[in-house]
Protein backbone atom coordinates (compact mmCIF):
# COMPACT_ATOMS: atom_id res chain seq x y z
CA UNK A 1 0.00 0.00 0.00
CA UNK A 2 1.74 3.14 -1.49
CA UNK A 3 0.48 6.43 0.95
CA UNK A 4 2.90 8.77 -0.61
CA UNK A 5 2.82 8.30 -4.74
CA UNK A 6 5.31 10.19 -7.13
CA UNK A 7 3.14 9.28 -10.29
CA UNK A 8 6.51 10.58 -12.89
CA UNK A 9 9.01 8.59 -12.77
CA UNK A 10 10.51 11.76 -14.91
CA UNK A 11 10.93 15.06 -16.04
CA UNK A 12 12.74 17.09 -18.39
CA UNK A 13 13.08 20.81 -18.77
CA UNK A 14 15.09 23.53 -20.18
CA UNK A 15 17.59 25.54 -17.99
CA UNK A 16 15.82 29.37 -16.95
CA UNK A 17 12.35 27.16 -16.71
CA UNK A 18 9.94 26.00 -14.40
CA UNK A 19 10.17 22.71 -13.32
CA UNK A 20 6.79 20.97 -11.65
CA UNK A 21 7.12 18.24 -9.40
CA UNK A 22 4.07 16.40 -7.85
CA UNK A 23 3.09 14.06 -5.30
CA UNK A 24 -0.05 12.52 -3.97
CA UNK A 25 -0.85 11.02 -0.21
CA UNK A 26 -3.63 8.93 0.58
CA UNK A 27 -3.11 9.23 4.15
CA UNK A 28 -5.02 11.77 5.82
CA UNK A 29 -3.41 11.26 8.84
CA UNK A 30 0.19 13.28 7.59
CA UNK A 31 0.65 16.71 8.51
CA UNK A 32 3.96 17.30 7.27
CA UNK A 33 5.54 16.97 4.33
CA UNK A 34 9.22 17.74 2.80
CA UNK A 35 10.77 17.26 -0.05
CA UNK A 36 14.38 15.92 -0.54
CA UNK A 37 16.99 16.19 -3.55
CA UNK A 38 19.24 12.91 -4.00
CA UNK A 39 22.19 12.61 -6.37
CA UNK A 40 23.50 8.85 -6.59
CA UNK A 41 25.86 7.30 -3.62
CA UNK A 42 24.73 10.11 -1.36
CA UNK A 43 22.23 10.73 1.70
CA UNK A 44 19.20 12.48 0.06
CA UNK A 45 19.35 16.17 1.33
CA UNK A 46 16.07 18.25 2.90
CA UNK A 47 15.00 21.30 0.16
CA UNK A 48 11.97 22.29 1.97
CA UNK A 49 8.86 21.31 4.45
CA UNK A 50 5.38 22.38 4.90
CA UNK A 51 2.98 22.01 7.37
CA UNK A 52 -0.58 21.37 6.85
CA UNK A 53 -1.97 23.92 8.54
CA UNK A 54 0.00 26.11 5.78
CA UNK A 55 -0.79 25.81 2.39
CA UNK A 56 2.46 26.89 0.70
CA UNK A 57 6.00 27.86 1.89
CA UNK A 58 9.06 29.38 -0.30
CA UNK A 59 12.62 29.43 0.32
CA UNK A 60 14.35 30.96 -2.38
CA UNK A 61 13.84 29.07 -5.93
CA UNK A 62 11.87 26.69 -4.12
CA UNK A 63 8.44 26.81 -3.18
CA UNK A 64 5.95 24.00 -1.75
CA UNK A 65 2.45 23.87 -2.02
CA UNK A 66 0.15 21.80 -0.58
CA UNK A 67 -3.63 21.18 -1.19
CA UNK A 68 -5.09 18.79 1.76
CA UNK A 69 -8.41 18.19 0.23
CA UNK A 70 -7.17 16.84 -3.01
CA UNK A 71 -4.17 15.09 -0.96
CA UNK A 72 -1.57 16.87 -3.23
CA UNK A 73 1.91 18.44 -2.73
CA UNK A 74 4.23 19.98 -5.47
CA UNK A 75 7.01 21.81 -5.55
CA UNK A 76 8.31 24.31 -7.98
CA UNK A 77 11.59 25.22 -8.72
CA UNK A 78 12.40 28.70 -10.25
CA UNK A 79 14.42 28.87 -12.38
CA UNK A 80 15.85 25.69 -13.20
CA UNK A 81 19.56 24.88 -13.34
CA UNK A 82 21.47 22.01 -14.66
CA UNK A 83 22.91 21.65 -10.97
CA UNK A 84 18.91 20.70 -10.71
CA UNK A 85 19.16 17.28 -11.85
CA UNK A 86 18.60 14.84 -9.08
CA UNK A 87 16.15 12.72 -7.86
CA UNK A 88 13.76 14.09 -6.14
CA UNK A 89 11.70 12.73 -3.05
CA UNK A 90 8.15 13.83 -0.77
CA UNK A 91 7.85 12.61 1.95
CA UNK A 92 5.41 12.26 4.40
CA UNK A 93 5.28 12.17 8.22
CA UNK A 94 2.65 12.37 11.14
CA UNK A 95 2.94 13.44 14.57
CA UNK A 96 3.73 11.51 17.62
CA UNK A 97 2.74 7.93 18.70
CA UNK A 98 4.11 4.90 16.16
CA UNK A 99 4.80 7.65 13.82
CA UNK A 100 7.88 8.78 15.85
CA UNK A 101 10.99 9.61 13.31
CA UNK A 102 9.01 7.61 10.40
CA UNK A 103 8.89 8.80 6.96
CA UNK A 104 7.13 7.65 4.21
CA UNK A 105 7.95 8.27 0.80
CA UNK A 106 7.43 8.44 -2.66
CA UNK A 107 9.39 6.38 -5.23
CA UNK A 108 10.93 9.68 -6.80
CA UNK A 109 11.02 11.65 -9.90
CA UNK A 110 14.32 11.85 -11.81
CA UNK A 111 14.65 15.71 -12.86
CA UNK A 112 17.14 16.51 -15.69
CA UNK A 113 17.75 20.27 -16.49
CA UNK A 114 18.82 20.90 -19.86
CA UNK A 115 21.53 23.78 -20.42
CA UNK B 1 28.18 22.04 12.46
CA UNK B 2 29.05 18.95 11.11
CA UNK B 3 26.52 16.72 9.13
CA UNK B 4 26.22 13.18 9.77
CA UNK B 5 28.41 10.53 9.51
CA UNK B 6 28.04 6.87 8.89
CA UNK B 7 30.49 3.63 9.12
CA UNK B 8 31.95 2.65 7.23
CA UNK B 9 30.38 3.54 3.04
CA UNK B 10 30.99 0.11 1.51
CA UNK B 11 30.79 -3.21 3.09
CA UNK B 12 30.72 -6.67 1.29
CA UNK B 13 29.47 -9.63 3.26
CA UNK B 14 28.41 -13.46 2.87
CA UNK B 15 24.98 -14.92 2.78
CA UNK B 16 24.44 -16.12 6.90
CA UNK B 17 27.14 -13.08 8.38
CA UNK B 18 26.13 -10.25 10.37
CA UNK B 19 26.74 -6.99 9.66
CA UNK B 20 27.02 -3.42 11.93
CA UNK B 21 26.80 0.18 10.63
CA UNK B 22 27.24 3.14 12.67
CA UNK B 23 26.30 6.57 12.63
CA UNK B 24 26.78 9.77 14.19
CA UNK B 25 24.25 12.07 14.33
CA UNK B 26 24.16 15.87 13.90
CA UNK B 27 25.44 17.68 17.35
CA UNK B 28 22.16 18.66 19.31
CA UNK B 29 19.99 15.65 17.80
CA UNK B 30 18.69 13.22 19.75
CA UNK B 31 16.25 11.32 16.90
CA UNK B 32 18.23 8.71 15.04
CA UNK B 33 16.01 7.05 11.91
CA UNK B 34 17.35 4.14 9.94
CA UNK B 35 16.11 3.27 6.35
CA UNK B 36 16.84 0.86 3.38
CA UNK B 37 16.78 1.56 0.08
CA UNK B 38 16.41 -0.66 -2.74
CA UNK B 39 15.23 -0.51 -5.98
CA UNK B 40 12.62 -2.50 -5.90
CA UNK B 41 11.72 -0.82 -2.71
CA UNK B 42 12.82 2.72 -2.48
CA UNK B 43 13.26 4.08 1.19
CA UNK B 44 11.77 2.01 3.66
CA UNK B 45 11.85 2.73 7.11
CA UNK B 46 13.49 0.55 9.28
CA UNK B 47 13.64 2.37 13.22
CA UNK B 48 13.97 5.18 15.16
CA UNK B 49 16.08 6.00 18.48
CA UNK B 50 15.76 8.72 20.72
CA UNK B 51 17.02 8.66 24.02
CA UNK B 52 18.60 5.52 24.02
CA UNK B 53 14.98 4.24 23.37
CA UNK B 54 13.57 2.56 20.63
CA UNK B 55 10.28 4.53 20.07
CA UNK B 56 9.22 3.30 16.58
CA UNK B 57 9.99 0.35 14.41
CA UNK B 58 9.23 -0.61 10.46
CA UNK B 59 7.82 -3.69 8.81
CA UNK B 60 11.14 -5.75 9.30
CA UNK B 61 12.17 -9.05 10.37
CA UNK B 62 13.55 -9.25 13.78
CA UNK B 63 17.50 -9.90 11.95
CA UNK B 64 17.36 -5.87 11.94
CA UNK B 65 17.94 -4.03 15.24
CA UNK B 66 20.10 -1.23 16.55
CA UNK B 67 20.95 0.81 19.39
CA UNK B 68 21.50 4.06 20.77
CA UNK B 69 24.53 5.04 23.13
CA UNK B 70 24.26 8.12 25.95
CA UNK B 71 25.97 10.71 23.34
CA UNK B 72 23.24 9.71 20.41
CA UNK B 73 25.45 7.44 18.36
CA UNK B 74 23.56 4.81 16.92
CA UNK B 75 24.28 1.51 15.05
CA UNK B 76 21.88 -1.20 13.31
CA UNK B 77 22.50 -4.96 13.26
CA UNK B 78 22.01 -7.52 10.31
CA UNK B 79 22.53 -10.95 11.96
CA UNK B 80 22.21 -13.81 9.19
CA UNK B 81 22.36 -11.97 5.89
CA UNK B 82 20.36 -12.50 2.87
CA UNK B 83 20.96 -11.83 -0.57
CA UNK B 84 17.73 -9.72 -0.58
CA UNK B 85 19.70 -7.25 1.91
CA UNK B 86 21.87 -5.49 -0.34
CA UNK B 87 20.77 -2.09 0.07
CA UNK B 88 21.84 1.06 0.68
CA UNK B 89 21.33 1.64 4.30
CA UNK B 90 20.73 5.58 5.42
CA UNK B 91 20.40 6.90 9.14
CA UNK B 92 18.94 10.35 9.65
CA UNK B 93 18.90 12.43 12.36
CA UNK B 94 16.34 15.39 14.18
CA UNK B 95 16.12 16.99 17.37
CA UNK B 96 13.05 15.23 18.01
CA UNK B 97 11.47 12.78 15.17
CA UNK B 98 8.60 14.61 14.95
CA UNK B 99 7.93 18.07 12.96
CA UNK B 100 11.63 18.26 12.44
CA UNK B 101 13.42 18.13 9.18
CA UNK B 102 15.70 14.50 8.91
CA UNK B 103 19.07 14.89 8.16
CA UNK B 104 20.97 12.52 6.33
CA UNK B 105 24.23 10.58 6.04
CA UNK B 106 25.98 9.49 2.85
CA UNK B 107 24.74 5.65 3.81
CA UNK B 108 26.41 2.68 3.69
CA UNK B 109 26.43 0.42 0.62
CA UNK B 110 25.66 -2.89 1.55
CA UNK B 111 26.47 -5.97 -0.70
CA UNK B 112 25.29 -9.31 0.28
CA UNK B 113 27.38 -12.13 -2.06
Known amino acids: DQQVKQNSPSLSVQEGRISILNCDYT??????FLWYKKYPAEGPTFLIS?????DKNEDGRFTVFLNKSAKHLSLHIVPSQPGDSAVYFCAASRAGGTSYGKLTFGQGTILTVHP | KAGVTQTPRYLIKTRGQQVTLSCSPISGHRSVSWYQQTPGQGLQFLFE???????NKGNFPGRFSGRQFSNSRSEMNVSTLELGDSALYLCASSYTGSYNEQFFGPGTRLTVL
Open chain 1, 27 to 32: NSMFDY
Open chain 1, 50 to 54: ISSIK
Open chain 2, 49 to 55: YFSETQR
